[in-house]
Structures are given as structure tokens and as C-alpha cells.
């Protein structure tokens, strides 16, 4: 059973940083693209970064470039997101998501919740 | 704003067909037959109902079907159940250099 657990999100000030980690299992990690997207309160959904099986090909969308940086560890089977410069429209639900392609995402974590607020 | 524009809610008794639309352009749904849909419960992660406009992944019950005319997409609900009150969201590919895109969304309720 593919198993995907989100860690890491809790309260932080505007201009802080924060580490999202997720843990896979359940399935071969390293022959898929993994995603995170989240989802404001009261919203849908926003795919906010993509990566590569291998790690070398990565997407953000526009409004976190330059702040979030996706990488994944395919010895520890471990997607991570780390988040700087944090806004408080950054405050969501952010998920784990296993892509297979054309943002088909057919498994999602159970979600970390991330508030930016002063 | 949503790059994709569904309905706010639609609604139907139990046995009988709704159907979602989902309108975007000739740069994203327009352009590819990579659409999906998910359904959202509250307080749930989403989960994938249809994939690539048409395609259910295993275990999806053949009451949901996707098409696509144009630049919308649709999905149908047939024979309503209780368990399908929901959200629903669809999300086309935009391009290569371009995240996929969300609709904003559309609550079903089983009257």
C-alpha cells in the first residue's frame, strides 16, 4: 500500500523559514516524479513544485520561486521542501503527492498544515 | 481567480446525474487531454477520480465519467450516491513550462 506522511509544518513569523519533510513507502520512491500542493484555507488546490525521479529536473510555480526549493532523498525514500521568506499567503495545507505524470496524482499524504502569522 | 472556472455548487437527488464543467482556454484544456478530476471531503486530502479527460484509476466506480468538448471540460456523476457529496476540482496540464492548473472547485450535495 503506497503510504505518504508529511512532517514539519507548524507557526511561523513572515520572513522565517521552515522544512517539510515527507516519507515514502509502499512503493518504488526513486521510478516516480513527486509534487507538492497546497491548499489555503477555504481554497482549492495549487500545485506548488514538482521533481524529477532523479532530482535534476525541477518546477516551481511563480509565486514561490526563488523562496521554496523541492529535493528528495531516494536512499531515505524522502521528498522535502524547504520554505524561506515565508509569507502569510503561504498559510495552507501542503501535501505530498505522488505524480504520475500530467499532474495525474493518483496518492496524497494526509497533509501538514503551515501558518505564517505574526 | 481560478485559471479554470467551475460552477460554484451543483446538486441532485440520490439516483439521479449532475454534471461539472470546467472552462479554461485553448492554452490549457483546450490544448491537451490531460484533464483530471478530484474529490475533496472534508478535511480529507483529495483523492484522483478521473485522469487524462476520461480515464478512472482503479477502484473508481464506473458512475464517474469525464469528456471533454473544446476548451471545457466536463464530469458526470451517474446513479448520485450519498458518498459522493463533495468537492470536486479539475486540474489540466498548461505546458511545459507551467505548473498544471486547478479549478476553483465546485460542492456537490446529494439532496
Known amino acids: 500500500e503506497v503510504q505518504l506522511v508529511e512532517s514539519g509544518g507548524g507557526l511561523v513569523q513572515p520572513g522565517g523559514s521552515l522544512r517539510l519533510s515527507c516519507g515514502a513507502s509502499g512503493f518504488s520512491f526513486s521510478d516516480h516524479w513527486m509534487s507538492w500542493v497546497r491548499q489555503a484555507p477555504g481554497k482549492g488546490p495549487e500545485w506548488v513544485a514538482n521533481i524529477r525521479k532523479d532530482g535534476n529536473d525541477k518546477q516551481y510555480v511563480d509565486s514561490v520561486r526563488g523562496r521554496f526549493t523541492i529535493s528528495r532523498d531516494n536512499a531515505k525514500n524522502s521528498l522535502y521542501l524547504q520554505m524561506n521568506s515565508l509569507r502569510a499567503e503561504d498559510t495552507a495545507v501542503y501535501y505530498c503527492?505522488?505524480?504520475?505524470?500530467?499532474?495525474?496524482?493518483?496518492?496524497w499524504g494526509q497533509g501538514t498544515l503551515v501558518t505564517v502569522s505574526s | 481567480q481560478s485559471a479554470l472556472t467551475q460552477p460554484r455548487s451543483v446538486s441532485g437527488s440520490p439516483g439521479q446525474s449532475v454534471t461539472i464543467s470546467c472552462t479554461g482556454t485553448?492554452?490549457?484544456?483546450?490544448?491537451?487531454?490531460?484533464v483530471s478530476w478530484y474529490q475533496q471531503h472534508p478535511g480529507k486530502a483529495p483523492k484522483l477520480m478521473i485522469y487524462?479527460?476520461?480515464k478512472r484509476p482503479s477502484g473508481v466506480p464506473d458512475r464517474f465519467s469525464g469528456s471533454k468538448s473544446g476548451n471545457t471540460a466536463s464530469l458526470t456523476i451517474s446513479g448520485l450516491q450519498a458518498e459522493d457529496e463533495a468537492d470536486y476540482y479539475c486540474?489540466?496540464?498548461?505546458?511545459?513550462?507551467?505548473?498544471?492548473?486547478f479549478g476553483g472547485g465546485t460542492s456537490v450535495t446529494v439532496l
Open positions: 487524462e479527460v476520461n
Open positions: 503527492v505522488r505524480n504520475l505524470g500530467w499532474y495525474r496524482g493518483d496518492s
Open positions: 485553448s492554452s490549457n484544456v483546450g490544448a491537451y487531454n490531460y
Open positions: 486540474c489540466s496540464f498548461a505546458g511545459s513550462s507551467t505548473l498544471g492548473v
